[in-house]
């Protein structure tokens, strides 16, 4: 059985970069060409036409750059059962393109409804004697508000399969102060810690090879004070970094996230990469283009800034 | 516009009852009657159909008894595209019969991503000039991990569509105290009732005419001590309680989250009620027979509970 911390760390180092783009579907933003292709298809088809277009290009412009993409689920289920579809197809493509697949789904719940979460997503399951993959990606983003128990299905998915999970710990909106912020009576350190804790304690089943866990966490880029102390709380994690570009995370924030020999997390960005400076009237070459170049743009400022940064 | 709570509400007048049936597919354990169903369909028809017979048996057992149901969606999603489809099958049938849907989905998010959520079940989205409803559910659960600013969509989608959230406050896991009991440093109250504060603040913004919010909270049954002062932080949110039957609460205890004039709260029980003495030689009779006789009780029980009851 493979280790995910294993697989990740293995694609980061040969492509050279922690970059992850992240995969949203909006397609009222989506370029001309993509739209006039979903047009083509039959009404009931347009929507995962568009989608499925979309990244296959997007994937094209990228995959040879990056170790792996976040797809948001949230944007694919505003689709409904044709944005679900489309999740499925992009899944496959940056599977069969040797990408890493992050499903940013942010689940929780408790006992066998939370296996049933870890299995549709890490797992398998069974249905008349068969017992099948479901939707397959290598790891999902899960959050920690249920408690422990919560999180141990998923933990064992991860143990048997091969997965991940990324634990929301310290998310990159200014509302993260609400209460992940909070200072617990009993240490006098904020609740966000005492997740960490717990990331760090189920991380300890599902070390790789590399020394890294298959439990990872999620850490905002934006909150570069705290994240430098959950690094320290969480040795054996890698850390998910989120609110880089377009949320205002900068490439020094974002690398406070790393441990001190430059690994341990990888920084993801999607709309500042995959909408920006994108119009109706963009065409298939230029897409990939600005895509690419965007891409690139972000690998050297987070290269340069872990060259640079002194903690 | 209507307004969620006050929907809800008329319904249990017209039931008589505050009881809710859960739904959870779960194929290997349904009786033999729906697998023969599903095994005459196409094989990549086989879940779907399994899950809709299933349900539709059940709706036609509880719909005159009951103001609602509970759709745990991590049951559908574990059976892939199939399951979303009966998700949506299911929903149809039940709204068709008159009942509230709520939908479990525990989502959480932050911003425009928070929002395609909302959209999904909530609200509209737009594609192609177009705007649509999704998976149309009257109702969703959220998981308030991410702060203020994550539930505002939520909130937004609520008031514009007549829609109405559940918030998590405490659940009904052991785990729950690994966090929602965490006594904050500056309050000396645990998380929990901070979350509760925030529920009521923005309640303010759904009352409806019935006096109650269409931004509710969900309390768990096994902990009757916390929910009863969670009660009383929260006057205006309806409360869907969970935990009853299979997870130990027991009626006195579940009965703890409604106000002094027997209304502010619905009770959920999903495995007791619909595949408790099921074998897979039960037939469509017994199986109606099975799943109203428990039904009823629950009803008795929760009557005979909130009657009783002194605080």
Do not use: W
Not at 33 to 52: E, G, N, Q
Not at 124 to 140: K, L, M, W
Not at 237 to 247: M, S
């Amino acid at each position: 059985m493979t280790n995910f911390a294993d697989s990740l760390v293995e694609q980061i180092k040969a492509k050279g970069t922690p970059c992850v783009i992240g995969l949203d579907p909006r397609i009222d933003e989506m370029p001309g060409f993509v739209l006039s292709r979903a047009m083509a298809a039959a009404p009931d088809a347009r929507r995962r036409t568009a989608i499925s277009v979309f990244h296959d290009t997007v994937l094209e412009a990228i995959s040879d750059l990056v170790p792996a993409v976040k797809l948001q689920l949230a944007f694919y289920e505003q689709y409904g059962l044709e944005g679900i579809a489309a999740f499925q197809d992009t899944v496959e493509t940056a599977r069969r393109k040797g990408l890493i697949v992050i499903a940013d789904a942010k689940r929780s719940d408790i006992a066998s409804t939370a296996a049933a979460y870890a299995n549709a997503y890490l797992g398998r399951s069974e249905a008349f004697g068969v017992s099948s993959r479901v939707f397959d990606v290598d790891c999902i983003t899960v959050n920690p508000f249920l408690g422990a128990d919560s999180l141990r299905p998923f933990v064992d998915c991860c143990k048997q399969f091969g997965k991940g999970i990324f634990v929301l710990v310290k998310t990159s909106n200014p509302g993260s102060t609400d209460f992940q912020d909070r200072v617990l009576a009993d240490t006098g350190t904020p609740l966000c810690e005492r997740v960490a804790a717990m990331v760090h304690e189920y991380g300890s089943e599902a070390v790789g090879a590399c020394g890294m866990s298959s439990i990872g966490a999620v850490v905002g880029a934006t909150f570069p004070d705290e994240a430098r102390r959950l690094r320290q709380l969480m040795p054996n994690a890698i850390i998910l970094v989120p609110g880089f570009g377009a949320q205002g995370g900068t490439a020094a924030d974002a690398v406070k996230c790393f441990k001190a020999d430059g690994f341990g997390a990888v920084v993801n960005a999607s709309r500042s990469v995959t909408y920006s400076s994108i119009s109706s009237t963009t065409s298939l070459e230029d897409f990939i283009g600005t895509v690419r170049s965007r891409t690139m743009l972000m690998i050297s400022e987070i290269r340069a800034a872990l060259a640079e940064r002194r903690d």
